[in-house]
């Protein structure tokens, strides 16, 4: 009896510490949304919202595509490079330099879609270097993470395109039912990617092929192929993104654009929970992930404390949400 | 009575509020070899995490060489005298033998590292298992017994007063096992203490002193080993009257053979085949319905056959005819379209999906048949999952438990369900019974019976000749990748079979011989 008396406490300390660590990122989330409602000036108004919506929400789209990769046990650095390729190639074709389209609504489609497929196509890129020469992710993804900025300048002769298309830009400056267009393309994308990973049979056998890639593969599951269409999603929502950036810029620079994209995209995956060694993915974490990061900086803003100072806290995000992962899996 | 080196007193442990152990005990006197036995999930492993400093206990003593232990890494457990020898080997596959060896205490010279002495002491510790290796070489080159032996060696070198072995015969042949159990007897004789786990309990009694034997949680009996007899131990393993215990070893017992003779065409038909270094001449044939036996020693190249018949290595001579048809599969998705099934030997390392839930894992091959278009059917998943649980009797707390959370046996049962629920023609089973408790043992033993007599073919490979005997239609056996004999039911003895297995043994002795 004594036994059960002692063991009682415990178990209940267990419960609290299993409920921090799977709704960690949601309470952390809360958590700011609480203290900044008390501490920052006019923060609950549809302007602040907006603001940080805007603002996140590239990198969510890019980081619905790297959860996935991520998820297979792989990460993609190529991210920000294939942002600057399609925000190259966009311009080129609705400002007419390829070739002249009559329209300016059928050069803003065509331009939308080719870039997008293109920045998708080098994604396919990435997974063929992976899986047909066994070449670890992170290198293989280096080796366009390097020539994707150069392949863009090389496209743009290294010139900044200036446009004011607004056929084209709302995108990233419109607003639908007065939500930013590019937030509601970061909710469908989320939605999309959230459904995919948890009702359809490449979501299982993305998390199957990171889970233990031997066991899909005995499984008969295609792990090549898996592991190829990943990287063209995420290349697919890297495009994407470079479109949203170069509309919200009104102009396209092969240098800056997703700059340090793909740190930014990793640390909301992980600091949304998805295991960087693979076989678990949140899509809806990594969202949350982004937010946190998003919502730090502009708690450190508003108060009136410097960028500079606000990526010292952001690093310290990431290691507490690594941190709290590893509670996790210790006792797994 | 030596004096007592361990003592654990009431250790209680418990996992997201499910005890896994309740006020459990264990004491070990100072040069003792002491066995822990139990099922799977008895609480062997949580215990031995607990001692190592893996796990945190949450209540009890820990008394150790005359102080209060209490640490809180393996890394702390093993600079305070206990060493531990897991199941899987956790060494560096691509750093030599003498770096694996004297991992954690190299030795320094000046500052630098002092390479001769490291060799020096490798070689003086691997001598001791009679093995002859450069121990310059990668661990990777030399196989799985090898490596075994060298995480002893380490073990050694660090002084320790208790080594743990965990089921450190598992993936040892019988002349390796012989060689450890000198190590063991030595070891006893300089006044070390051992911990030995195992499920094999002929080798319990060959090497042990006494047995602590626990159940759900807790240590239910100590005892010499002499004054308890084989069936007295099953039966406090798996809380039983003796009665109760089956006479039989295995669940085959009853199992009615056919097929000794007959005319009709094979399901499977492998000639001459050769692949890579393992496999280099295999011939045998398979029936519908029948369940034929793989035996010979490790290395022999039955796994490596397993793997080239299911299309994940591939074939570089040879024929492989499947209903009289030749067949090469170029991957596994193409063997399991042909109707094939391979469960593989190891759980962990390409069986079981960690992450994953009991149903996830369990529907894992059967899901492109419960989509339609790419979308997954809960319901039919749903109801498959529900099916196989309760036919195979896997004991979880739902289907959606991970899997790395149940028992190796009720993993084992997930993993022959996901096979099952394909409906294959032709069944591999790679050690289908490794590593797990007497109890799920025989149910997964009468469950394969069941299948073949509803007309599933299974290719079993055991390295427990008691399975092969008493379960197989016919036994081919495999020595150093050649097939070398076969025996239909009748004529099967362990004498015949261990003879076909060993017959005029040329220096495997070599265990270290890169592989």
Known sequence: MSDLVQSAPNSRSFRWQDFFARHGTLIVLLALLVFNMIATPNFLSVRTLNVNLTQVATIVIVAVGMTMVIATGGIDLSVGSLMAIAGALAPLIFLGKIVHFGNIYVAVAVAMVVSVLVAGAFGWFNGWLITHFKIQPIIATLVLFIAGRGIAQVVTNGNLQAFKVPQFQFIGLDRWFGIPVQVIVMIILVAAATWTMRNTLFGRQILAVGGNERAARLCGMPVSKTKRWVYFISGICAGIAGLVVIAINSSSDANLVGLGMELDAIAAVAVGGTSLSGGRASVLGTLMGALIIQLVRFTLLANGIPDAAALVVKAAIIVAAVWLQRQNGARA | ?????????????????????????????????????????????????????????????????????????????????????????????????????????????????????????????????????????????????????????????????????????????????????????????????????????????????????????????????????????????????????????????????????????????????????????????????????????????????????????????????????????????????????????????????????????????????????????????????????????????????KIRELSGGNQQKVLLARWLATNPDLLILDEPTRGIDVGAKAEIQSLINAMAKDGLSVLMISSELEEVIEGADRVFVLREGHSVAEFAHKDLSEQAIMQAMAYSEPATTAAGAAS
């Open chain 2, 1 to 401: 009575m030596a004096l007592s080196l361990l003592s654990m007193q009431r250790i209680s442990k418990a996992f997201g509020g499910i005890p896994a152990l309740s006020a459990a005990s264990l004491q070990i006197d100072a040069g003792e070899v002491h066995a822990l036995v139990g099922q799977n999930g008895a609480g062997k492993s949580t215990m031995i995490k607990i001692l190592t400093g893996y796990y945190r206990k949450d209540a009890g003593d820990i008394q150790f060489d005359g102080a209060s232990f209490d640490v809180e890494s393996p890394q702390a457990a093993q600079m305070g005298g206990i060493s531990t020898i897991y199941q899987e080997i956790n060494l560096v596959p691509y750093r030599s033998v003498a770096e694996n060896i004297c991992l954690g205490r190299e030795k320094r010279r000046f500052g630098l590292l002092d390479w001769p002495a490291m060799y020096e002491d490798a070689r003086a510790l691997i001598a001791r298992f009679n093995i002859n290796i450069d121990v310059r070489q990668p661990l990777m080159n030399f196989n799985t017994a090898t490596q075994q032996m060298i995480a002893i060696s380490r073990a050694i070198g660090f002084k320790a007063k208790l080594v743990i072995m965990d089921e450190p015969t598992s993936s040892l042949d019988e002349r390796e096992v012989g060689v450890l159990f000198d190590v063991i007897r030595q070891l006893k004789a300089d006044g070390v203490s051992v911990i030995f786990v195992s499920h094999k309990l002929d080798e319990l009694y060959q090497v042990c002193d006494r047995v602590t034997i626990m159940r759900d949680g807790q240590s239910v009996k100590t005892a010499a080993m002499a004054d308890l007899t084989q069936l007295e131990l099953i039966a406090a393993m798996l809380g039983r009257d003796i009665a109760q215990v089956s006479r039989h070893t295995t669940a085959f017992g009853d199992r009615t053979f056919q097929y000794q003779s007959g005319p009709e065409a094979p399901l499977l038909k492998v000639s001459n085949l050769r692949a890579g270094r393992k496999v280099l001449d295999v011939n045998f044939n398979m029936r519908r319905g029948e369940i034929i036996g793989l035996a010979g020693l490790l290395g022999a190249g039955r796994t490596e056959t397993a793997r080239v018949i299911f299309g994940e290595d591939q074939r570089q001579g040879g024929l492989v005819e499947l209903n009289g048809v030749a067949f090469n599969p170029r991957d596994p998705a193409d063997a399991i379209a042909a109707g094939l099934g391979f469960c593989s030997e190891d759980r962990k390392l390409d069986g079981i999906i960690p992450d994953m839930s009991v149903a996830e894992n369990l529907t894992l091959v059967l899901l492109p048949h419960l989509s339609k278009a790419g979308i997954v059917d809960e319901t039919a998943k749903a109801k498959i999952v529900e099916t196989f649980i309760a036919r195979l009797g896997v004991k979880c707390s739902g289907p959606n438990q």
